[in-house]
Nanobody
Framework: QVQLVESGGGLVQPGGSLRLSCAVSRNIFSIDVMGWYRQAPGKEREFVATISFRGSTNYADFVKGRFTISRDIAKNTMYLQLNSLKPEDTAVYYC????????????WGQGTQVTVSS
């Protein structure tokens, strides 16, 4: 099994930046795909970005160059750099892991709140 712990969320003004972190309980190379998802009030959880064990990345269309997913293998940590934040980015952001890269993530973190407001 995999344990995931997100951190780095907070309150920022429109146009601001945050860096979210996801600490992973096992070697990242043992996980096929890791990613970030978000859920706003009244909406379903949606895909934001993923990174495979090979380092390949994929992003949702709404990112439009504003977000960057990355990882630090030595620290077993995945990151999501959020830039040019908009109020509509407000959501709980979750770290997910798909050990075998099939379907939705098998494991989830507890989430970290990102609020974009003036």
């Amino acid at each position: 099994q995999v344990q995931l712990v997100e951190s780095g969320g907070g309150l920022v003004q429109p146009g601001g930046s945050l860096r979210l972190s996801c600490a992973v309980s096992r070697n990242i190379f043992s996980i096929d795909v890791m990613g970030w998802y978000r859920q706003a009030p009244g909406k379903e959880r949606e895909f934001v970005a993923t990174i495979s064990f090979r380092g390949s990345t994929n992003y949702a269309d709404f990112v439009k160059g504003r977000f960057t997913i990355s990882r630090d293998i030595a620290k077993n940590t995945m990151y999501l750099q959020l830039n040019s934040l908009k109020p509509e980015d407000t959501a709980v952001y979750y770290c997910g892991a798909a050990v075998y890269g099939v379907g939705t993530p098998d494991y989830w973190g507890q989430g970290t709140q990102v609020t974009v407001s003036s």
